[in-house]
């Protein structure tokens, strides 16, 4: 007897509130035992891992950019492109994927 497994397995977990979510900078909200930054980015919502690219340090909004304190890797946070700093050329932040249900985010997997 032959049988098939096709179902999609699909995982979804709330972030946040998008009423949470500010207009300018971003909010920092836990993610399985780490965290994300969660912010608008033009007419989008982005979730980016708060984690350095350069030594895995936390990264602060600042002036339109995640910068990590310790040794000032910078990113865009629309591309997620390191700017500048000692994170390696080419590198680019961790974009979770998401999805917006009535008035929460979700990350999702799966889809």
Known sequence: MKSSFNEEIIMKHELCKIADIPRAGTIVVPFFGREVHVYRS???????????????????????????PWHNAAFDMTTGERTEGP????????????????DDLFYVWGE
């Open 42 to 68: 033009e007419d989008t919502i982005k979730a980016a891992a708060n984690v350095c690219l350069h030594f895995g340090g936390p990264l602060e909004c600042k002036e339109g950019r995640l910068v990590c």
């Open 87 to 102: 994170a390696p050329k080419g590198s680019r932040l961790m974009f979770l994927s998401t999805r917006i249900e009535g």
